[in-house]
């Protein structure tokens, strides 16, 4: 794998989401080169939210390739602990893949029957985060799993 | 309930988790009182892991009280949806407690067999998030807690 890229729909709102994001991108990037790309939310003046979402979904397909590998961020992904995600990223890096891409959904998610069939799909908590919180909390875990693989401590203090 | 407390170990570290901390915490105050407890953190230049956890656990001990509800944020504790969490909240309200602490460990955690019996254990995610990190994470869930309790729209975007 040369790089990772996270994808996700409408500009980062919280300055401390922004700077969180700094500082585990800089991390990261230690490791593996890392791409975010920013993918505009519809406008919420007019229309439905499935409207929306089945919107953004289609803008986000359309930035994909089905050659590299897709991971879906949703609530009804599969659970992972974190060595268990390092393990199977592990395995991911030795098949080849040119990139790997984590998709972030917008405020109303990811309009699934747009979504590629048997596509992966990963759960970050039983509990709901905000979108924009998720991309922190991402940015946080793609670090780790890294530190895990590499087999580095994690800095824990 | 007539308060909150947050009770964690060290200082918070990054400055994007202290701001996150701070917009999350102004929110919640439209609810409920919130306040947060800091614990010195052992000196890690000398003793053992287990010395410290041992140590740091000890100190939580001395600020709780068994008249309140004491909830220990752990990996191994009860995972929750956002959804269930809030009903479980919700119910714990009409209980009388004089206030809710949630606990959040210091770098190595828990000594275990130094918590109540049948100690609330709660856990946010699957994945391990660093204890400061686990900070925002709460103050935020907590704020979509009462969002929901209140049935007032979660402010998606």
Known sequence: MRSIRLIWIGKTQFPFVQEGISV???KLRHYVKVETEEIHASKYASGTVDQWRRQETEK???RLDRSELNVFLDENGKRQTSAGLAQWFEKQMTLGWPRVNFIIGGAYGFEKSLLPANFTCLRLSD????HQMVRLI????????FTIIRGEPYHHV
């Open 24 to 26: 585990y991108q800089k």
């Open 60 to 62: 986000i397909l359309k």
């Open 127 to 130: 509990m709901t985060f905000t």
């Open 138 to 145: 991402l940015f946080e875990q793609l670090y780790r799993i």
